[in-house]
């Protein structure tokens, strides 16, 4: 039975645990809630790219036993170019790692105060949460130690169980059919829906899970010869994270749809009532904690490797240049939740800047994915880098037009 399920989950289940935090319980909500089932396609081109991008990445770890940051060191020998690279992608991951962390602990504060309530102290005519301490204090803490891997997976198995509570309530909310169907297949963006799409596909195809995925296939797989066995394993668990964004869409596209706005856990509670009632909220609660705290980890400790891959460091989690690393996007992740103003509006955001830093990221894993000096005979096919380019094209052509959406360039 072991062996079964180990063919089927791995480190891509990790991917998707890493994905499927607050920012797409948040950002999935608002989509249904401003837009229906309209912009399920969004999900559904998500899922594809991420599962193209996310083999790459994988195929790339498995076959050089390195890391995405390791070998853009490595196969980028000319030293302009080279120091480009490095100044690049580690200024994308750390400006959008310090983005998503904001994002993470906005949403396990959020769900902290459904739970309890809110530690804040009076500040004028305002007040400071000191929730973000509380929930960033337990992500050093497991950082700092090392040995997180029980946490981890209690989180995740709390997030799975959210998960299944979206999918049935999906389900018993009867959504319409015919008008689910339009919103699969039929791509569309109204005027102010840009952002939703961006940020549909920023909590889906997340940058730094590329470097994540990379770092994590050598401690289960050792050889070439289980290519076919990652492959699976990949689909299976990025599809699964697919449905679940889709199930959030669906219930609150048709509980929720045409609500006065999202401004709490409990705005976004609604939608479960028609299963859990009034114990929504705190079901809820559970698992914006659950899923904030989790990916409240993983994000710095996937900037510390790809800092590490890049720059060429020795050492593991526990050296003090990796300790810096990640302690510089918790800080970050912690301000940003304390005085960035609305968690909602926080989460959204970094959704935003995942998506705009998607291209950047994507060009250079295709690239590597090029290398035969670096992969030999699994590099890239024509059809690999077909879809490759036009997932390119498509990320960088949305991320154009929502940062002109932003600041009106053009």
């Not at 400071?128 to 509380?134: D, Q």
């Not at 609604?270 to 929504?280: F, H, Y």
Request: hydrophobic share 55%.
């Amino acid at each position: 039975m072991k062996n079964y399920f180990s063919k089927y989950f791995g480190p891509s289940t990790l991917v998707t645990a890493a994905f499927i935090g607050p920012g797409t319980v948040t950002i999935c909500t608002l989509a249904g809630v401003q837009s229906g089932y309209s912009l399920l396609w969004a999900i559904v081109f998500s899922v594809i790219t991420t599962i193209i991008l996310q083999e790459m990445t994988a195929r790339l770890g498995l076959v050089t036993q390195n890391g995405f940051g390791e070998a853009i060191r490595k196969t980028i020998t000319l030293p302009i170019f080279r120091w480009a690279a490095i100044i690049l992608v580690f200024g994308a991951i750390v400006i959008g790692n310090a983005a998503y962390e904001g994002g993470n602990i906005s949403g396990a504060v959020l769900g902290f105060e459904e739970l309890v309530f809110d530690f804040a102290i009076p500040l004028n005519e305002t007040s400071i949460s000191l929730t973000p301490l509380i929930i960033g204090g337990i992500a050093f803490l497991i950082l700092f130690v090392g040995v997180f891997k029980l946490i981890e997976w209690f989180l995740i198995v709390l997030v799975m169980i959210m998960s299944l509570v979206f999918l049935t309530t999906a389900i018993l909310v009867q959504p319409d059919l015919i008008a689910l169907l339009r919103g699969f297949a039929v791509p569309s963006i109204e005027e102010g829906e840009l952002l939703l799409v961006v940020g549909l596909i920023g909590t889906t195809v997340v940058p730094y899970n590329l470097f994540l995925h990379a770092s994590l296939v050598k401690e289960k797989y050792r050889s070439v010869r289980e290519l076919g066995d990652l492959r699976r394993e990949n689909a299976v668990a990025i599809i699964l994270g697919g449905i679940i964004s889709m199930s959030i869409i669906i219930t609150s596209g048709t509980t929720l749809f045409g609500a006065d706005g999202i401004r709490s856990a409990a705005d976004m509670a609604g939608q479960l009532e028609p299963l859990l009632g009034s114990w929504s909220g705190y079901f809820l609660g559970i698992g914006l904690f659950a899923a904030g705290v989790s990916s409240a980890i993983t994000a710095p400790l996937a900037a510390a490797y790809a800092a590490k891959g890049i720059l060429g460091w020795e050492g593991d989690l526990r050296s003090w240049k990796m300790r810096l690393v990640w302690g510089i996007i918790l800080l970050a992740g912690i301000l940003s939740s304390m005085f960035g103003g609305s968690p909602i509006t926080i989460i959204q955001f970094a959704q935003i800047a995942n998506g705009i830093l998607l291209p950047v990221v994507a060009l250079f894993l295709i690239y590597l994915m090029n290398s035969s000096k670096l992969l030999g005979m699994y590099t890239n096919s024509l059809v690999q880098n077909v879809l490759g380019g036009l997932v390119l094209i498509v990320a960088l052509g949305l991320g154009i037009r929502s940062l002109n959406a932003v600041f009106h360039f053009f």
